[in-house]
């Protein structure tokens, strides 16, 4: 079964940048589509970005033009680039995987990673 680890927060002042890595271990995880999710402190989880199997993309309206989502399936890794950081941006990252129509339900979702903290402050 597909294993995901999350990586690369961290943190940053506000108007820098991160890049989020979700690594794949024991599946193919360019047969899955792929969501980044982020959960504040006291807030519900929300989907932040998605990419599909064949590489489609889809964002939050809040990420529009901040946030990109790629995928390098050489390396079985999806990333989320953040740009232009704001301090409401923070909270724990997540991917998970699974069919598309499943990022839009997380709660059917099987495979999640363990989560990567973001921290924006000066």
């Known amino acids: 079964q597909v294993q995901l680890v999350e990586s690369g927060g961290g943190l940053v002042q506000p108007g820098e940048s991160l890049r989020l890595s979700c690594s794949a271990s024991?599946?193919?995880?360019?047969?899955?589509?792929v969501g980044w999710y982020r959960q504040a402190p006291g807030k519900q989880r929300e989907l932040v970005a998605a990419?599909?199997?064949?590489?489609?993309?889809n964002y939050a309206d809040s990420m529009k033009g901040r946030f990109t989502i790629s995928r390098d399936n050489a390396k079985n890794t999806v990333y989320l680039r953040m740009n232009n950081l704001k301090p409401e941006d923070a909270a724990v990252y997540y991917c998970?995987?699974?069919?598309?129509?499943?990022?839009?339900?997380?709660?059917?979702?099987?495979?999640w990673g363990q989560g990567t903290l973001v921290t924006v402050s000066s």
């Open positions: 024991g599946g193919i995880l360019s047969n899955y589509a």
């Open positions: 990419i599909s199997s064949g590489g489609n993309t």
């Open positions: 998970a995987s699974g069919e598309l129509w499943q990022l839009v339900i997380p709660e059917s979702l099987e495979i």
